[in-house]
Each structure stands twice: as C-alpha cells, then as structure tokens.
C-alpha cells in the first residue's frame, strides 16, 4: 500500500508542478491569455516550455547517475557531488574556456564529459586501493577529491579572470535556459534509455565484485558502462544547466526505502521523484523573492545538506546497533 501512495503522489506531483512550471514566472502566462495573447504564446514556447523540459531532463541526469554510482559503489551516500564528477566537469568547461574561448557547446560537452568520465573513475581506483571500514569514509573521500579540485577551478579561474563564468556555472540557475540553448539534454532521454535496459546489470553489480563475478557478469565492463554514462549525464547537465547537488543523493534513497533495490522496476520513479523535486525547487526559487529568482540549485543545496546529515546519523545508528545489543546481551 505504501508503495502503491508513493506512486500514486509521484506521479501527481510531477503533474501538478509541470503545470506550475510552465505558468508560473516574472511574465504572467495565464490560461486565458495562452489562447488569446499572441506575446503570452511567443513567451510561453520560446521561454516556459525550454526551461521546463531542461528542469526534466537535468533531474533525469543526476538522479539516474545518482542510481547507477551508488549501485557501482555499493554505497548510498555517492553521487556525482559527492564523488568529485561534478567538480571534474567544471574544471573541464574552465579548461575550454581557457584555451578556447569560442568553442562550441558540443565541443565544452565532450571535454567536460571527458573530465567527468577521469575524475569518476579516479574516485573508484583511490577506492580499491584503501580499506574502508565505514561506508561514511566513502562520501568523504569523494567530497575531498572534489574539494581539492573546486579549489584548483576557483585559483584557475582567479588567475585568468574567469570567477564570473565559475560563479555562473556553481549557480545552476534555469533563468537563461531558452529555446536552442536546451535541446543538447535530450541526450539524457537515451541515457534513461540504455540505464534501463541494463539496470538488471547494475543490480547484480551492487551486490559486489566476487558475487556479481560469480554470477557470471562481466563486472570491470559494467562499472565501465556505468562510469561513461555518469560522466555523459554530468558533462553535458553541467554545460547546459550548471553544478546540481545532491539531487542524486536524495532521490535514489527515497525511493529505495520505499520500493525497495531492484533498479529496473525503480528506475522510472527515480526519474520521476528526481523531477518532482527539482520543479519543486525551481518554483520555490522562482516565487520566494519574485521577480527576482533564487537558482534552484540554492535551495537543492541547502535541502540535500541536511538530508545528507540525517542519512548520515541513521547509517551510524543502523552500525552500531549490533554493538549495543552485544552489550546489553
């Protein structure tokens, strides 16, 4: 029953805030004026409908590669904000802006994914190569690769005059999202594709090495698979939107308490409950200071902080429960 209500609540919500999405903001596009006002229609396909379907598409990105790198890590604190692959992006894109300025935004993508897909999967070899004891040290690793690498940015970034482009890229605002600047997130929509149909693989990958190897999976080449698509979603949501935090992080936790770890039945309600929350942050941002915005990854950020600290305290909770029952025994 209960998983049957999430469903049911997910998927009104993300009906609820499509529609809110697309008529609420600074121009007021009502119903009436949609069928009468020929400026509310030019505002409405050229602005409302672009930044609603990049809302979409950025949610898809980060919550399945928030899926996929927990599956990969077997750890539920690991997303792209909190493995560094995010933080390797934007070191990508101010690469490209150093050395050429007036790329193209296919090719900023393709170096972003690129520094994405070596970040990532220096975050899995530091991992092989120490032992951990607690799944809190995994996240902690991750957030200081990314920190160390968000301070290289910044100097970089310092150093040539280039704070106000980093600062816009930290932002992840959707206010300059128009149409012909969003359509390269329909990459994402073939990521979705593809992490479905081998999702069964990734659940086998979660069980581990040795047993998912037993089983008779390829592991290396999933994990490959994995890190690619991960480093895809990033780069590109990173060029196009900005830095998104903790959105993977939240989601895929949500919806495995409720429905459980079986990826391919899940994946759709990821998708879904990632959406749902991204429009909600973005209306938030849009409404609380109007007309003026607070990017939605503003309130993302503060969101996911504190879910991030409760998921914490509860994993400590869960582990020393054995302890305290020993002892009491």
């Known amino acids: 029953m209960t998983s049957r209500l999430f469903r049911t609540a997910t998927a009104a919500a993300v009906a609820v805030l499509l529609l809110a999405s697309l008529l609420v903001g600074g121009y007021d596009i009502s119903l009436p004026k949609l069928f009468t006002d020929p400026a509310a229609q030019e505002m409405f396909w050229l602005s409302r409908v672009p930044r609603t379907l990049a809302l979409v598409f950025a949610a898809a990105a980060m919550s399945i590669s928030g899926v996929i790198m927990q599956m ?5 604190f690991v997303e792209p904000s909190t493995a560094g692959t995010s933080q390797w ?20 993508m393709l170096v972003a994914t690129g520094f994405a897909f070596l970040g990532t999967w220096l975050f899995l070899a530091i991992l092989d190569r120490i032992r951990l004891r607690s799944s809190v040290v995994v996240p902690l690793v991750g957030i200081m690769l990314g920190a160390v690498v968000g301070a290289a940015t ?23 999202i128009v149409q012909g600047f969003y359509e390269p997130l329909w990459i994402v ?13 990734f659940t086998v990958a979660g069980l581990g090495q040795d047993m998912a190897t037993g089983l ?19 780069g590109v949501t990173s060029v196009v939107v900005g830095f998104i935090p903790f959105l993977g992080l939240i989601v895929p936790n949500m919806v495995s308490m409720i429905l459980g770890d079986d990826l391919r ?7 879904a409950a990632g959406v749902a929350l991204l429009l909600a942050c973005d209306l938030i941002g849009r409404v609380l200071v109007a007309p003026m915005e607070i990017p939605a990854s503003v309130v993302l950020g503060a969101l996911g902080a504190i879910v991030f600290i409760i998921l914490l305290l509860r994993a400590q909770r869960t582990a020393a429960a054995p302890a305290l029952e020993r002892e009491r025994a």
């Open 72 to 76: 990969v890590t077997q750890n539920k």
């Open 189 to 201: 929509a073939g990521i979705a594709v593809a992490a479905f149909l081998v999702a069964d693989r």
């Open 154 to 176: 910044t100097y970089l970034a310092g150093t040539f005059n280039l704070m106000q482009a980093l600062t816009a890229w930290r932002s992840g605002g959707f206010s300059g």
């Open 216 to 234: 008779g999976l390829n592991y290396r080449r999933v994990v490959f698979l994995g890190v690619i698509m991960v480093a895809l979603a990033t």
């Open 89 to 108: 992006a934007g070191l990508g894109m101010l690469v490209v802006l150093l050395i050429a300025p007036e790329a193209t935004p296919v090719v900023k």
């Open 265 to 271: 039945r899940n994946l759709p309600w990821v998708v």
